[in-house]
């Protein structure tokens, strides 16, 4: 039934079928087959479990702060900011990229908002000085891998619900790892940069600097602020998501850039991804029963534990097979199935649960970037207007470095446990 259960969803989503439809159709059918086909008020009552958690009450809120962080135009802001610091240097606009998804990335907390957000003014300012679109659209869709790591992070909040672990701790273990990628990317960047000629912007003068620093201020301190009331203890991670919609809120009256329309599509799309992430995680509660009731954790712990008791082997298995479903399954499903069929053996083989929930999460995100899934290509072409292979085949040697990255934090702990243990002492 295992078998039949993945094979029907990996099916279905191959076929095109949209994710919350296709997780759906195959527990329905996964069901019917076990023999649940006259009790299938089970999966109602298994969904309604699954939302009914206050842990995920952040989610729909971080997601809203980004979108009002849009909305009240807090990307150019950022763009201007990181061109005025680095857009002077080899391969300019390129490393702005880079550096604007590093700040965003305190914002949002999601990769698609980074796309989005930043990628029409990457895209048109990059293609402007000359650069290749079909590098501009890779390099904005690969950038935004950072987007979840350094915090807030709706994956690492997902995550911290199914391991029950702290949010502040993982948020405190995304950030070097989040500046090791946009770092990889910055030296890939000045590698490539003499084979592409890419142009080189004037120097801005301190005073520039220094008014688009004051300008975005309010961008740079806004983790700050965020990660800064968890950890002091002053909010939850729900609360902080609040919080963090709040401040957005007060920008846009600030900055007199939020009007009613902008407000209303920026609750309507939170609306929409807070409804599609709800279902997914319903269903895979569903689908999560059914795993245990076939035992399926136990079976994979057997069958790794057979394969190898050595935790380093263990991680690169992980890492490959959590590569390979990122290229055809978006990222939430696979977090909601596969972490906790994997955490009694990370318990087993001695790995911390905060550096094990950085790696898997870095590790699905790359799938933002791959095909043929990648839901990060797909809005790329929609704002490049460049063919998929070609976006794609841009991409895939800048996914090297991320992939260095992913094994440095998969094999030296520190990387990931030094700045949560240094700032909220050992566990």
């Not at 939302?51 to 962080?69: E, H, I, Q, T, Y």
């Not at 849009?70 to 550096?99: E, P, W, Y």
């Not at 319903?282 to 009731?293: C, E, F, K, P």
Request: contains cysteine; proline residues 6%.
């Amino acid at each position: 039934m295992t078998f039949m259960l993945f094979a029907l969803f990996v099916g279905l989503v191959v076929l095109g079928v949209p994710i919350t439809m296709a997780i759906g159709a195959s527990v329905i059918l996964a069901l019917i087959y076990a023999g649940f086909g006259s009790e299938l008020h089970i999966m109602p009552q298994q969904i309604l479990e699954g939302v009914d958690r206050p842990a995920l009450l952040a989610v729909p809120f971080f997601v809203l702060a980004g979108n009002l962080m849009n909305a009240v135009g807090m990307t150019d802001r950022i763009f201007r900011f990181a061109t005025a610091l680095v857009g002077h240097t080899k391969a300019g606009l390129a490393q702005v990229n880079v550096v604007a998804s590093m700040v965003f990335a305190g914002i949002s907390g999601a990769s698609v908002a980074d796309t989005a957000g930043l990628g029409t003014v990457e895209m048109k300012a990059m293609r402007e000085r000359g650069y290749p679109a079909d590098f501009a659209a890779a390099l904005s869709v690969v950038s935004s891998v950072i987007g979840p790591l350094i915090p807030p992070s709706i994956p690492l909040i997902i995550y911290a619900f199914l391991s029950s672990t702290s949010v502040a701790r993982l948020f405190l273990a995304g950030i070097v790892p989040g500046i090791l990628v946009g770092v990889s990317l910055m030296i890939y960047n000045r590698m490539v940069a003499d084979r592409y000629n890419f142009p080189r912007e004037e120097k801005a003068p301190a005073r520039v600097v220094l008014r688009e620093a004051i300008d975005g201020l309010a961008a740079l301190v806004a983790p700050a602020i965020i990660l800064g009331a968890m950890l002091w203890g002053f909010t939850t991670a729900s609360e902080a998501g609040v919080l963090a919609c709040v401040y957005s809120l007060l920008l846009g009256a600030v900055y007199r850039t939020l009007d009613a329309r902008k407000l209303w599509e920026a609750v309507t799309e939170t609306a929409i991804i807070t409804g599609i992430i709800m279902i997914i995680v319903g269903y895979s509660q569903v689908m999560g029963w059914l795993l245990a009731i076939e035992q399926a954790p136990q079976y994979l712990a057997n069958s790794i534990v057979f394969v190898s008791d050595n935790k380093h082997i263990f991680m690169i298995l992980m890492i490959a097979v959590v590569l390979l479903l990122g290229m055809i399954v978006e990222g939430v499903p696979i977090t909601l199935i596969l972490v906790p069929m994997l955490l009694p053996i990370v318990d087993q083989m001695g790995i911390d649960r905060i550096q094990f929930g950085v790696v898997f999460t870095l590790a699905l995100l790359m799938g933002v970037a791959t095909p043929p899934m990648g839901i990060g290509l797909y809005i790329m072409v929609g704002i490049s207007k460049e063919p998929m292979e070609r976006i794609a085949a841009a991409a895939l040697p800048m996914l090297i470095p991320l992939l260095v990255v992913l094994l440095l934090i998969a094999y030296i702990p520190a990387l990931t446990l030094f700045l949560p243990n240094l700032v909220m002492g050992l566990e």
